[in-house]
């Protein structure tokens, strides 16, 4: 039990929908990360937040946008929804911040999101 | 950038068995090192991890080391169960975790 919670658990959208996903980081944790998670894939890095900051983004085009909020709570939102965004999207709390924290990122149980 | 990789294809092997899970990886700098496993139809949990070279890590039987002369972190389990069989990432990085695919391990008893 690692303290993150996500909702919903499982989503199903049309092509060109939007949808916004919710995380809660564990009490005490500055930094929010989301990963997705392609079905027999390993995660990939989508973005970070320290501090309601965007603190790095990978390989994601901008309609894939954050939020975090001062309670620990975050978002991660996507417009215009493609197929290929079927996925399972992950979100992970830890204490540090940047440039380089080694510090453990603890998972959530993640939304899986199908888009038909 | 940094990148994982690891073995191709799952593992399936013998309840009591040995386990190596072999994974290689490119990076700058000293990074982290994690082994992650994800159980059906569940997020990821945490491992064990490493953080400088020659440090090895350990949690319920499972240990890898932090090689960097041949830029490896392998996973190892002396005696599988079959409450093993799950799926397992290996990943560095510091504030963004670089993965690699994963290898699913099926554990037969």
């Known amino acids: 039990e690692t303290g993150v919670t996500q909702s919903p658990t499982h989503l199903i959208k049309t092509r060109g929908q939007q949808v916004t996903l919710r995380c809660s980081s564990q009490s005490g944790h500055n930094t929010v990360s989301w990963y997705q998670q392609a079905l027999g894939q390993g995660p990939q890095f989508i973005f970070q937040?320290?501090?309601?900051?965007?603190?790095g983004r990978g390989n994601f085009p901008p309609r894939f946008s954050g939020l975090q909020f001062p309670n620990y709570s975050s978002e991660l939102n996507v417009n215009a929804l493609e197929l290929d965004d079927s996925a399972l999207y992950l979100c992970?709390?830890?204490?540090?911040?940047?440039?380089?924290?080694?510090?453990?990122?603890?998972f959530g149980p993640g939304t899986r999101l199908t888009v038909l | 950038g940094n990148s994982v990789t690891q073995m191709e294809g799952p593992v399936t092997l013998s309840e009591e068995a040995f386990l190596t899970i072999n994974c290689t990886y490119t990076a700058t700098g000293y990074p982290s090192l994690f082994w992650y496993v994800q159980y059906p139809g569940e997020g990821l949990q945490l491992l064990l991890k490493a953080t400088k070279a020659d440090d090895k890590g350990s949690n319920k039987g499972f240990e890898a080391t932090y090689r960097k002369e041949t830029t490896s972190f392998h996973l190892e389990k002396g005696s599988v169960q079959v409450s093993d069989s799950a799926v397992y990432f290996c990943?560095?990085?510091?504030?963004?975790?670089?993965f690699g695919k994963g290898n699913q391990v099926v554990v037969i008893p």
């Open positions: 937040y320290y501090r309601e900051e965007e603190n």
């Open positions: 990943a560095l990085g510091g504030n963004r975790l670089a």
């Open positions: 992970a709390s830890s204490w540090g911040g940047p440039p380089e924290s080694t510090d453990t990122q603890y």
